[in-house]
Protein backbone atom coordinates (compact mmCIF):
# COMPACT_ATOMS: atom_id res chain seq x y z
CA UNK A 1 0.00 0.00 0.00
CA UNK A 2 2.97 2.54 0.61
CA UNK A 3 3.54 2.85 -3.02
CA UNK A 4 -0.33 3.30 -3.75
CA UNK A 5 -0.29 5.98 -1.31
CA UNK A 6 2.36 7.53 -2.96
CA UNK A 7 1.12 7.40 -6.05
CA UNK A 8 -2.29 9.09 -5.18
CA UNK A 9 -0.08 12.31 -2.85
CA UNK A 10 1.60 12.30 -6.47
CA UNK A 11 -1.17 12.28 -8.09
CA UNK A 12 -2.73 15.35 -6.01
CA UNK A 13 -0.06 17.36 -5.78
CA UNK A 14 1.18 17.32 -9.14
CA UNK A 15 -0.06 15.21 -11.81
CA UNK A 16 -3.79 16.28 -11.19
CA UNK A 17 -2.70 20.12 -11.46
CA UNK A 18 -1.10 19.56 -14.43
CA UNK A 19 -3.94 18.48 -15.83
CA UNK A 20 -6.86 19.76 -14.39
CA UNK A 21 -8.55 21.57 -17.17
CA UNK A 22 -8.56 18.06 -18.43
CA UNK A 23 -10.29 16.99 -15.94
CA UNK A 24 -11.98 19.51 -15.61
CA UNK A 25 -14.13 18.63 -18.92
CA UNK A 26 -14.10 15.18 -17.91
CA UNK A 27 -16.10 15.94 -14.61
CA UNK A 28 -19.31 16.90 -17.09
CA UNK A 29 -19.41 13.85 -19.16
CA UNK A 30 -17.25 11.42 -21.56
CA UNK A 31 -17.06 10.57 -25.10
CA UNK A 32 -14.73 7.95 -25.60
CA UNK A 33 -14.19 6.89 -29.30
CA UNK A 34 -13.12 3.17 -28.35
CA UNK A 35 -14.36 0.34 -26.63
CA UNK A 36 -10.91 -1.26 -25.18
CA UNK A 37 -11.57 -5.11 -24.40
CA UNK A 38 -9.20 -6.90 -22.62
CA UNK A 39 -7.72 -8.79 -19.74
CA UNK A 40 -7.24 -8.22 -16.26
CA UNK A 41 -3.59 -9.56 -16.02
CA UNK A 42 -1.63 -6.64 -14.35
CA UNK A 43 1.21 -6.27 -16.95
CA UNK A 44 -1.42 -4.51 -19.15
CA UNK A 45 -1.96 -0.99 -19.34
CA UNK A 46 -4.32 -0.24 -22.16
CA UNK A 47 -3.46 3.66 -21.69
CA UNK A 48 -0.04 3.22 -21.49
CA UNK A 49 -0.31 0.85 -24.85
CA UNK A 50 -2.44 3.31 -26.48
CA UNK A 51 -0.72 6.59 -25.62
CA UNK A 52 -4.18 7.55 -24.70
CA UNK A 53 -5.45 10.19 -22.20
CA UNK A 54 -7.88 9.92 -19.57
CA UNK A 55 -11.58 10.21 -21.07
CA UNK A 56 -10.42 8.43 -24.74
CA UNK A 57 -10.89 4.89 -23.82
CA UNK A 58 -13.98 2.89 -22.56
CA UNK A 59 -12.18 -0.13 -20.51
CA UNK A 60 -13.57 -3.39 -19.84
CA UNK A 61 -11.39 -6.11 -18.24
CA UNK A 62 -11.76 -9.60 -17.36
CA UNK A 63 -9.80 -12.66 -16.91
CA UNK A 64 -9.23 -14.27 -20.69
CA UNK A 65 -10.50 -10.92 -22.12
CA UNK A 66 -13.54 -12.72 -23.04
CA UNK A 67 -16.97 -11.08 -24.66
CA UNK A 68 -19.80 -14.15 -23.81
CA UNK A 69 -22.05 -15.05 -26.77
CA UNK A 70 -25.20 -12.46 -25.97
CA UNK A 71 -28.09 -13.98 -24.52
CA UNK A 72 -30.56 -13.12 -22.55
CA UNK A 73 -29.15 -13.21 -19.59
CA UNK A 74 -27.22 -9.41 -17.81
CA UNK A 75 -23.55 -9.60 -17.23
CA UNK A 76 -21.19 -7.09 -16.38
CA UNK A 77 -20.00 -7.21 -19.94
CA UNK A 78 -23.05 -7.35 -22.01
CA UNK A 79 -24.62 -4.40 -20.58
CA UNK A 80 -20.74 -2.49 -20.74
CA UNK A 81 -21.02 -3.12 -24.53
CA UNK A 82 -24.71 -1.99 -25.10
CA UNK A 83 -24.29 0.84 -23.01
CA UNK A 84 -20.78 2.08 -24.60
CA UNK A 85 -21.89 1.05 -28.36
CA UNK A 86 -25.62 2.47 -27.91
CA UNK A 87 -25.19 5.06 -25.39
CA UNK A 88 -21.64 6.48 -25.74
CA UNK A 89 -21.38 5.65 -29.69
CA UNK A 90 -17.89 4.45 -29.69
CA UNK A 91 -17.08 3.52 -33.41
CA UNK A 92 -14.19 1.39 -32.54
CA UNK A 93 -14.02 -1.89 -30.22
CA UNK A 94 -10.46 -3.36 -29.93
CA UNK A 95 -10.19 -6.49 -28.30
CA UNK A 96 -6.84 -7.27 -26.78
CA UNK A 97 -5.07 -10.66 -25.63
CA UNK A 98 -1.37 -10.92 -24.64
CA UNK A 99 1.06 -13.01 -24.24
CA UNK A 100 1.93 -15.50 -21.14
CA UNK A 101 -1.74 -15.39 -20.74
CA UNK A 102 -3.16 -17.06 -17.21
CA UNK A 103 -6.91 -17.61 -18.37
CA UNK A 104 -6.06 -19.07 -21.51
CA UNK A 105 -3.29 -21.22 -19.87
CA UNK A 106 -5.48 -23.03 -18.05
CA UNK A 107 -8.09 -23.20 -20.36
CA UNK A 108 -5.78 -25.45 -22.19
CA UNK A 109 -6.35 -28.13 -19.17
CA UNK A 110 -9.92 -27.10 -17.71
CA UNK A 111 -10.63 -30.59 -16.32
CA UNK A 112 -7.25 -29.66 -14.19
CA UNK A 113 -9.30 -26.11 -12.50
CA UNK A 114 -10.55 -28.00 -9.38
CA UNK A 115 -11.54 -25.58 -6.81
CA UNK A 116 -12.10 -22.74 -9.18
CA UNK A 117 -15.82 -23.69 -10.43
CA UNK A 118 -16.27 -20.09 -11.53
CA UNK A 119 -13.00 -19.58 -13.19
CA UNK A 120 -13.53 -22.73 -14.48
CA UNK A 121 -17.27 -21.73 -16.03
CA UNK A 122 -15.86 -18.66 -17.38
CA UNK A 123 -13.02 -20.08 -19.06
CA UNK A 124 -16.11 -22.16 -20.72
CA UNK A 125 -16.46 -19.38 -23.58
CA UNK A 126 -12.97 -20.21 -24.62
CA UNK A 127 -14.02 -23.80 -25.47
CA UNK A 128 -14.68 -23.21 -29.14
CA UNK A 129 -10.87 -21.60 -29.47
CA UNK A 130 -9.26 -24.79 -27.40
CA UNK A 131 -11.33 -26.84 -29.92
CA UNK A 132 -10.03 -25.00 -32.98
CA UNK A 133 -6.38 -25.78 -31.81
CA UNK A 134 -7.52 -29.28 -30.76
CA UNK A 135 -8.89 -30.06 -34.45
CA UNK A 136 -5.87 -28.81 -36.08
CA UNK A 137 -3.39 -31.11 -34.38
CA UNK A 138 -5.57 -33.99 -34.16
CA UNK A 139 -5.32 -33.81 -30.19
CA UNK A 140 -7.58 -36.52 -28.51
CA UNK A 141 -10.69 -35.05 -25.98
CA UNK A 142 -9.04 -37.10 -23.00
CA UNK A 143 -5.79 -35.13 -23.47
CA UNK A 144 -5.00 -31.69 -22.79
CA UNK A 145 -3.98 -29.03 -25.08
CA UNK A 146 -0.35 -28.61 -24.88
CA UNK A 147 1.58 -25.87 -23.33
CA UNK A 148 3.37 -25.52 -26.68
CA UNK A 149 0.32 -24.17 -28.38
CA UNK A 150 -0.16 -21.08 -26.22
CA UNK A 151 0.56 -18.46 -28.37
CA UNK A 152 -1.63 -20.14 -31.04
CA UNK A 153 -4.44 -20.85 -28.85
CA UNK A 154 -4.16 -16.84 -27.20
CA UNK A 155 -4.81 -15.82 -30.80
CA UNK A 156 -7.46 -18.06 -31.70
CA UNK A 157 -9.40 -16.85 -28.36
CA UNK A 158 -8.80 -13.69 -29.52
CA UNK A 159 -10.38 -14.32 -32.98
CA UNK A 160 -13.84 -15.98 -31.49
CA UNK A 161 -14.23 -13.45 -28.86
CA UNK A 162 -14.42 -10.62 -31.88
CA UNK A 163 -17.25 -13.33 -33.20
CA UNK A 164 -18.89 -13.32 -30.07
CA UNK A 165 -18.99 -9.51 -29.95
CA UNK A 166 -20.82 -9.30 -32.97
CA UNK A 167 -23.77 -11.49 -31.73
CA UNK A 168 -24.89 -8.93 -29.20
CA UNK A 169 -27.37 -6.27 -30.93
CA UNK A 170 -26.15 -3.52 -30.44
CA UNK A 171 -22.80 -4.17 -32.19
CA UNK A 172 -24.60 -6.07 -34.77
CA UNK A 173 -27.07 -2.66 -35.25
CA UNK A 174 -23.71 -0.92 -36.09
CA UNK A 175 -21.39 -3.05 -38.17
CA UNK A 176 -24.36 -3.21 -40.72
CA UNK A 177 -24.32 0.28 -40.89
CA UNK A 178 -20.57 0.74 -41.09
CA UNK A 179 -20.92 2.92 -37.88
CA UNK A 180 -18.66 1.00 -36.07
CA UNK A 181 -15.00 -1.10 -36.27
CA UNK A 182 -13.99 -4.52 -34.32
CA UNK A 183 -10.69 -4.92 -34.34
CA UNK A 184 -8.54 -7.97 -32.67
CA UNK A 185 -4.83 -7.41 -30.78
CA UNK A 186 -2.67 -9.37 -28.95
CA UNK A 187 -0.10 -7.66 -27.29
CA UNK A 188 3.50 -9.19 -26.97
CA UNK A 189 4.76 -7.95 -23.11
CA UNK A 190 8.16 -9.24 -23.98
CA UNK A 191 8.68 -7.34 -27.58
CA UNK A 192 5.92 -4.39 -27.14
CA UNK A 193 4.34 -5.58 -30.44
CA UNK A 194 0.89 -5.75 -31.32
CA UNK A 195 -0.47 -8.27 -33.95
CA UNK A 196 -4.02 -7.96 -35.04
CA UNK A 197 -7.27 -8.78 -37.29
CA UNK A 198 -10.22 -7.25 -38.39
CA UNK A 199 -13.86 -8.43 -37.40
CA UNK A 200 -13.91 -10.41 -40.76
CA UNK A 201 -10.15 -11.82 -40.75
CA UNK A 202 -9.36 -15.26 -39.62
CA UNK A 203 -5.30 -14.90 -39.62
CA UNK A 204 -3.20 -11.71 -37.53
CA UNK A 205 -0.80 -9.45 -39.51
CA UNK A 206 1.40 -7.30 -37.77
CA UNK A 207 0.25 -4.31 -36.70
CA UNK A 208 1.94 -1.77 -39.10
CA UNK A 209 1.10 -3.91 -42.03
CA UNK A 210 -3.06 -3.75 -41.14
CA UNK A 211 -2.99 -0.32 -40.32
CA UNK A 212 -0.20 0.83 -43.14
CA UNK A 213 -2.78 3.30 -44.37
CA UNK A 214 -3.37 5.17 -41.17
CA UNK A 215 0.31 4.91 -40.35
CA UNK A 216 1.27 6.85 -43.74
CA UNK A 217 -1.37 9.56 -43.30
CA UNK A 218 0.24 9.93 -39.68
CA UNK A 219 3.79 10.48 -41.07
CA UNK A 220 2.27 12.74 -43.76
CA UNK A 221 0.29 15.30 -41.04
Not at 89 to 112: E, F, N, P, Q, Y
Not at 149 to 173: F, G
Request: hydrophobic share 35%; glycine share 8%.
Amino acid sequence: MEKIIKGVLNFRQNVYPEHKDLFGTLADGQNPEILFATCSDSRIDPNLLTGTSPGDLFICRNAGNIIPPHSNETGGMTASIEYAVAVLGVRHIIICGHTDCGAIKGALDISALRGLPHVKEWLGHCRSAMEIVRERYDIPHDHAVGVEHLNEAIEENVLQQVQHIRTHPAVAAKLATNKLEVHGWVYDIKSGTIRCCKHNDSVFKDFDELYADLIEQQAGE
